[in-house]
């Protein structure tokens, strides 16, 4: 049986890259080492940074004020160290909060300074996306989540800014093309669309950093790890590796345009289904709706685990919504072949004449 892996993160892979990397383990570019044995300061392992460095600037189309390092933690880590770097304990950041995520960066950042939330859409349970906001002008960013794993929501249009713009793009990174220079800072966890878990990409403007008084840990400093070429410590050389395949994949399939065509028809073909469909009730705003994480319910909340259990019986992986939210949740990043959100909708479809 095939499976299809809807899961939100660690989630499904390109099949090229998991062969790829399965060699990798054993032989690494016929070195005889396995590319879990390999030196991160040696010319082997350079090169996989180097590449993984210049795809990203290659995709995001970023100039050299611009630099990309992958580091250790997830986008949890960045909640704390993005105010360390960027935030004074005398100055305020806006944070525009959507759900979970940017309600816990909020919280991380109000540790090292003043926080203004702009915007917070838990008036009508995160189903949408607050576009009409103030930003205090003396702000030192703006922080916005681009896509809600859990809530299942996405800003298709980024607010327009004065003060610095900071994302975290950790489920909709490289899902679409974008003027990415608009950005002082991006960071994502790379387990979504770019690779596995384990190591976290930030992509940070110059010019906004050293600004901050406070003495900043070593090994939180951004500027340290752009001087050290993201080799400060031993990264997670694996992880880095994976995430160099994903990129070169997602370069060699056509590019963020290519990216963004297949995600479209694949979320089109799923929000039609759900549409069309009594027995199913999406709660999204539709102009909200991400590409990434369809969130959905049943009408009647007793059809809920049998749905579930026929979704297992037919090797849909990963579509029982987050604990918080509940429901359904169809994750559809971009290795996810159309096929799999074919399955589902024919078995959304069966499952409603049945039971509907």
């Not at 205090?136 to 681009?146: G, K, Q």
């Not at 002082?184 to 901050?212: E, H, P, S, T, W």
């Not at 400060?232 to 994976?242: D, H, I, K, L, S």
Request: proline share 4%; hydrophobic share 40%.
């Amino acid at each position: 049986m095939k499976l299809h892996n809807f899961n939100s993160g660690p989630s499904v892979l390109p099949q090229t890259v998991m062969e790829q990397a399965s060699q990798a383990i054993l032989d690494f570019n016929g070195t005889g080492l396995s590319i879990l044995e390999i030196g991160h300061r040696t010319t082997h392992f350079q090169a996989v940074l180097d590449e993984a460095i210049a795809s990203v600037k290659q995709l995001m189309d970023l100039g050299d004020d611009h630099d990309v390092l992958f580091l250790h933690g997830g986008a949890t880590t960045q909640f704390m160290q993005v105010p360390m770097n960027l935030l004074d304990d005398q100055a305020t950041a806006a944070y525009h909060i959507n759900g979970i995520w940017g309600k816990k960066a909020a919280t991380e950042a109000a540790l090292f300074g003043k926080v203004t939330i702009v915007a917070d859409s838990a008036d009508r349970q995160n189903t949408y996306i607050q576009k009409e906001f103030s930003i205090p002008e003396a702000a030192s960013y703006l922080h916005i989540t681009s896509n809600n794993t859990v809530e299942g929501t996405q800003w298709h249009q980024f607010p327009e800014t004065s003060v610095p713009l900071v994302a975290d793009m950790s489920s909709d990174i490289f899902c679409r093309p974008a003027n990415y220079n608009r950005f002082a800072f991006i960071y994502a966890g790379a387990q979504k669309n770019m690779g596995a878990a384990g190591v976290n990409m930030v992509v940070v403007r110059k010019d906004v950093l050293g600004k901050v008084n406070r003495r900043i840990p070593t090994i939180m400093d951004y500027q340290k790890h752009i001087a050290a070429g993201s080799l400060m410590n031993t990264p997670p050389v694996f992880a880095v590796y994976v995430s160099m395949l994903t990129l070169r994949w997602i370069i060699q399939e056509g590019g963020l345009p290519e990216m963004e065509k297949r995600n479209q028809a694949k979320a089109n073909l799923l929000y039609q289904t759900i549409d069309s469909l009594p027995l199913f009730t999406p709660t999204v705003a539709k102009e909200d709706r991400s590409l990434m994480n369809a969130v959905f319910f049943l009408n009647d909340p007793a059809l809920e685990p049998v749905f579930l259990d026929e979704c297992k019986k037919e090797g849909m992986i990963g579509v029982k919504g987050y604990r918080t939210v509940g429901g359904i949740r169809v994750s559809m990043y971009n290795a996810l072949d159309q096929s799999s959100v074919e399955a589902i909708c024919s078995l959304m479809q069966d499952f409603a004449r049945r039971k509907g």
